[in-house]
């Protein structure tokens, strides 16, 4: 359990850091008294114990206040909301593609200000382009548009949803004109490509909606499934069907660590189903859930390979630990918070619910068939209520 306390003893300081912004010699003062108690006290191990849960919170609000310096000359950020500007990038992700439009995210280089100055500034933008010409992961673009702040409404922060991905600019009215390609990682090009034919082979051999269902199921692509059949799961309260999630990964797990077995041997074929969990993480995109449920599975792998039994609740405070490593931001996702939320219920809550409803069954029923029979149910009934707890 000290994994876990430690975890949420950094996660808090993100968490506080979030709301009270405090200086950074506040955060160093903290961290050595906590570091003088842990390594200078003999006492307790409940007492050591605390002195590195101060460490861990202090070491969680440093990340964070790091993560977000104030923005300089250099930074595309300062140059929000000077009106036209021209812009020159790379395209860093893949394309989000809508029914109208694409959005793209761009790594920006260089800057032409409306008076005709040229600066070198750096920084991510969302820029919205017209649906064609369809641009690609790696293409430099020189794009024309309106550079602004994005925008707060009082039931949602676009400003915020798009920090989290490490973007503070918007170009809207965007016109793009694709003056160089290639220049992005080859393996993840690589994977878009085969993302992209895999999409276009299930359109070839499904219709419509199912398509896009399945499109959405097994590539991670919800933007393509049409609203009133998302509403409707949004309705039965369905939507974790769609989504990728650790049955996901534990298949591909299983499937890489399967067919390298008898190839390289059981111990290698643990790193080479952990390297299949990777790459299929960054095939289907990378959203927080799934990069929660990649993590808990290689920590598992990595358990097994070692002979040691994996702790549940200790996953899954390593992952919330890495995930807010690389984005302290990623606290504030909600997919990252429901995610977490119904893995914690699946944890406490899954095997009491089997026990209590095999006691229940074992009144009318011998106590053999009564296992039978929560077994049968506990994938359709009892998983699902325990995430809903």
Same mark, same amino acid.
């Given at each position: 359990?000290?994994?876990?306390?430690?975890?949420?003893?950094?996660l808090?300081?993100?968490?506080?850091? !979030?709301?009270?912004?405090? @200086?950074? =010699?506040?955060?160093?003062?903290?961290?050595?008294?906590?570091?003088?108690?842990?390594?200078g006290?003999?006492?307790?191990?409940?007492?050591?114990?605390?002195?590195?849960?101060?460490? %861990?919170?202090?070491?969680?609000?440093?990340?964070l206040?790091?993560?977000?310096?104030?923005?300089?000359? /250099?930074?595309?950020?300062?140059?929000?909301?000077?009106? !036209?500007?021209?812009?020159?990038?790379?395209?860093?992700?893949?394309?989000?593609?809508?029914?109208?439009?694409?959005?793209?995210?761009?790594?920006?280089?260089?800057?032409?200000? @409306?008076? #005709?100055?040229?600066?070198?500034?750096?920084g991510?933008?969302?820029?919205?382009?017209?649906?064609?010409?369809?641009?690609?992961? +790696?293409?430099?673009? =020189?794009?024309?548009?309106?550079?602004?702040?994005?925008?707060?409404?009082?039931?949602?922060?676009?400003?915020?949803?798009?920090?989290?991905?490490?973007?503070?600019?918007?170009?809207?009215?965007?016109?793009?004109? !694709?003056?160089g390609?290639?220049?992005?990682?080859?393996?993840?090009?690589?994977?878009?490509?085969?993302?992209?034919?895999?999409?276009?082979? &299930? #359109?070839?051999?499904?219709?419509?909606p199912?398509? *896009?269902?399945?499109?959405?199921?097994?590539l991670?692509?919800?933007? /393509?499934?049409?609203?009133?059949?998302?509403?409707?799961?949004?309705?039965? +309260?369905?939507?974790?069907?769609? %989504?990728?999630?650790g049955?996901?990964i534990?298949?591909?797990?299983? &499937?890489?660590?399967?067919?390298?077995?008898?190839?390289?041997?059981?111990?290698?074929?643990?790193?080479?189903?952990?390297?299949?969990?990777a790459?299929?993480?960054?095939?289907?995109?990378g959203?927080?859930?799934?990069?929660?449920?990649? &993590?808990? +599975?290689?920590?598992?792998?990595?358990?097994?390979?070692?002979?040691?039994?994996?702790?549940?609740?200790?996953?899954?405070?390593?992952?919330?630990?890495?995930?807010?490593?690389?984005?302290?931001?990623?606290?504030?996702?909600?997919?990252?918070?429901?995610?977490?939320?119904?893995?914690?219920?699946?944890?406490?809550?899954?095997?009491?619910?089997?026990?209590?409803? %095999?006691?229940?069954?074992?009144?009318?029923?011998? @106590?053999?068939? %009564?296992?039978?029979?929560?077994g049968? &149910? *506990?994938?359709?009934l009892?998983?699902?209520?325990?995430?809903?707890?």
């Amino acid at each position: 359990m000290t994994l876990v306390y430690l975890s949420v003893a950094w996660l808090a300081g993100i968490a506080l850091a !979030r709301a009270l912004s405090p @200086p950074w =010699q506040a955060l160093l003062l903290l961290g050595l008294v906590g570091t003088v108690g842990l390594i200078g006290w003999k006492g307790p191990r409940r007492t050591r114990l605390l002195c590195a849960c101060v460490v %861990a919170l202090a070491l969680g609000a440093a990340r964070l206040l790091v993560s977000h310096p104030p923005p300089d000359a /250099s930074s595309l950020t300062a140059y929000n909301d000077v009106g !036209r500007v021209t812009l020159e990038g790379v395209v860093v992700g893949e394309p989000d593609e809508r029914e109208s439009y694409t959005n793209l995210r761009l790594r920006v280089e260089q800057l032409a200000l @409306p008076d #005709g100055r040229e600066v070198e500034a750096t920084g991510l933008a969302l820029v919205k382009v017209d649906r064609y010409p369809a641009f690609a992961y +790696g293409d430099r673009l =020189q794009v024309a548009g309106l550079l602004e702040t994005p925008p707060e409404w009082e039931d949602f922060s676009y400003r915020d949803y798009l920090a989290r991905q490490g973007i503070h600019s918007l170009v809207r009215e965007a016109r793009a004109t !694709r003056i160089g390609g290639g220049e992005g990682n080859p393996l993840y090009a690589a994977l878009l490509a085969l993302k992209r034919s895999a999409q276009a082979t &299930i #359109g070839t051999i499904l219709h419509e909606p199912a398509a *896009s269902l399945l499109t959405g199921i097994l590539l991670g692509i919800e933007s /393509s499934i049409p609203t009133d059949l998302m509403e409707d799961f949004s309705a039965t +309260g369905t939507t974790h069907i769609i %989504a990728i999630s650790g049955f996901n990964i534990t298949i591909i797990a299983g &499937i890489f660590a399967g067919l390298s077995r008898r190839l390289v041997g059981r111990r290698r074929a643990t790193w080479v189903a952990i390297g299949g969990v990777a790459l299929y993480t960054l095939f289907v995109g990378g959203s927080a859930a799934v990069v929660r449920a990649a &993590i808990m +599975g290689a920590l598992y792998l990595w358990g097994r390979h070692l002979g040691r039994a994996t702790f549940a609740p200790a996953s899954l405070a390593g992952a919330g630990v890495l995930m807010t490593a690389l984005n302290p931001l990623v606290l504030e996702d909600v997919g990252f918070q429901l995610s977490f939320a119904a893995t914690v219920g699946l944890v406490l809550y899954t095997a009491p619910l089997e026990r209590r409803a %095999a006691q229940l069954l074992g009144h009318i029923t011998s @106590p053999h068939q %009564a296992e039978r029979a929560v077994g049968w &149910i *506990s994938e359709a009934l009892l998983v699902t209520l325990a995430a809903q707890l």
